[in-house]
């Protein structure tokens, strides 16, 4: 942008084209056109992806003359954002192709957006589930090492999403999104801490759309089915909203915060111990309503031995803050059920990740606050003696 946001700092401003609809083949070619990208494709998608949408759309890609090459994930299991399937869409690079298209969901959009940002090359996404809020962000999270790393990559040049093949996801992919919408509502909270405490820079603006991304997650799971074309639609949107602001802060700052340190942990350890776990924005809606418990029960204990300064933070935080019978009562509206035994987790699990997923990342939060007041072990013994 040209001038600086009212927050004093510039941000850089989303630029990917977003095209949700019926039909995605119908925009295709003018997308491409419209983008002048190249003549010649790298296609890339796993088996279950070809199958879905991928195979059209390379017919379409065939039929206006552009040359294409399709790589294809194949794995026994589930395929994995790790340095092998990065090795291999590197390798593919080979034929030097002017740009990339990825046809998935995260792990692809991850795979494909580290690539194109490390090749120098543009891409375009074709998003075939609305489950995680990273299409149109600048952030790749992958594994390396048995670590889960969070890298600068680039945004999409396009994201198209045919609303039928989106509603068709299978339902705890849709869910996934769902919960990685539903845990801004402790992003927000523990950015707004660290601000307060820390005097970490905060933008209202950039906080405004993730907020705007909420309360329409909120609005429709009161109101629709979520296999609803005009349900996933807005989904849908959330998501990639999400990922512009992400882009506009040049961090996941605004969308992830302890209940994101809390999946990534449990995908780490899941990872070491070669284990089976729920999707991520699953394990971001069940860390969403442990955190909400973890923050009723520090508000809890600032009332009683907090300074005057840190009540009066936390009376500031908490009136955005819902309450976890809140929380309960919205799933239950939406008929979605982050159970903690279906996702992989023990309590033991749980407990671990509250006592060092803060280590995930350098970011501070509640987590990191607790332990600070040497509160940390305290506060996670309440919370695993309420959960089921």
Avoid at 117 to 141: E, H, N, Q
Avoid at 324 to 336: C, F
Wanted: proline fraction near 3%; charge should be negative.
């Amino acid at each position: 942008m040209t001038n600086p946001c009212l927050c004093g700092l510039f941000h850089t401003q989303p630029k990917s084209f977003v095209q949700l609809d019926v039909d995605l083949e119908n925009f295709l070619l003018p997308s491409l056109k419209k983008s002048n990208l190249g003549n010649k494709c790298l296609l890339v998608c796993d088996c279950i992806t070809f199958d879905i949408a991928a195979s059209k759309v390379l017919s379409k890609l065939r039929e206006s003359g552009l040359e294409v090459k399709v790589f294809k994930f194949e794995r026994e299991s589930e395929l994995v954002a790790d340095e092998y399937a990065l090795g291999e869409l590197m390798q593919a690079l080979e034929v030097n192709p002017d740009f990339l298209i990825g046809v998935g969901s995260g792990t692809i959009a991850d795979l494909v957006r580290y690539t194109a940002f490390t090749s120098k090359r543009p891409f375009a996404l074709i998003a075939t589930a609305p489950s995680m809020d990273g299409y149109a962000s600048t952030v790749a999270p992958l594994i390396q090492h048995e670590t889960k790393r969070t890298f600068q990559a680039s945004a999409p040049v396009f994201i198209l999403g045919d609303l039928k093949i989106l509603a068709e996801a299978p339902r705890h992919m849709i869910e996934a999104g769902i919960g990685d919408l539903l845990g801004k509502v402790i992003a927000r909270a523990d950015w707004r801490l660290s601000s307060l405490l820390r005097g970490e820079h905060h933008c209202s603006i950039i906080q405004g759309r993730v907020d705007q991304v909420l309360e329409l997650c909120i609005e429709k799971l009161r109101s629709s089915s979520i296999i609803d074309h005009e349900f996933v639609h807005a989904i849908m949107e959330g998501l990639i909203l999400s990922g512009e602001a992400i882009t506009m802060h040049g961090t996941s700052r605004p969308a992830s915060g302890s209940e994101h340190h809390l999946a990534h942990f449990w995908e780490i350890q899941s990872i070491k111990e070669g284990g089976s776990i729920g999707l991520h924005g699953q394990m971001v809606g069940y860390a969403t309503g442990i955190m909400l418990l973890f923050y009723g029960e520090m508000a809890n204990r600032v009332k009683v031995e907090g300074s005057d300064r840190l009540k009066v933070v936390f009376e500031e935080i908490l009136v955005d803050l819902p309450s976890i019978r809140w929380y309960e009562k919205l799933l239950i509206q939406g008929k979605i059920n982050y159970v903690r035994e279906e996702l992989g987790l023990t309590k033991e699990k749980v407990e671990n990740a509250l006592l060092n997923a803060m280590n995930i990342r350098e970011r501070y939060t509640i987590l990191r606050l607790a332990h600070e007041l040497g509160w940390l072990e305290g506060i996670t013994g309440k919370v695993i003696s309420k959960i089921k």
